[in-house]
């Protein structure tokens, strides 16, 4: 019903700053809450942020002051500003919706992205 594309990965050094970008196809893109997570090798895939109805958003306690997730509904599109980059933070990151759901488990959320790699030097 959605497909979604993360884009804006790549390697920064700690400190830096990446915009990260889920673009969704659906056109009725505007009735899911979307949600970031990322997953590094070995490690199961956790929760980054989320918003919800446009406006609620939740954050991992270890990305809170750093990172902020938006939404324009208009680009079919969600964002993620990740500032402050820190080495902890590499991983792939993928975005998810999903419709009726405003939890931060993966399995609530049945549409998702490609991944995009995110590697943050020392």
């Known amino acids: 019903q959605v497909q979604l594309v993360e884009s804006g990965g790549g390697l920064v050094q700690a400190g830096g700053s990446l915009r990260l970008s889920c673009a969704a196809s659906g056109r009725t893109f505007s009735r899911y809450n979307v949600a970031w997570f990322r997953q590094a090798p070995g490690k199961e895939r956790d929760f980054v942020a989320a918003i919800w109805y446009d406006t609620i958003t939740n954050y991992a306690d270890s990305v809170k002051g750093r990172f902020t997730i938006s939404r324009d509904n208009a680009k079919n599109t969600v964002y993620l500003q990740m500032n402050s980059l820190k080495p902890e933070d590499t991983a792939v990151y993928f975005c998810?919706?999903?419709?009726?759901?405003?939890?931060?488990?993966?399995?609530?959320?049945?549409?998702w992205g490609q991944g995009t790699q995110v590697t943050v030097s020392s």
């Open positions: 998810a919706a999903a419709v009726g759901v405003s939890g931060t488990t993966p399995r609530l959320y049945p549409y």
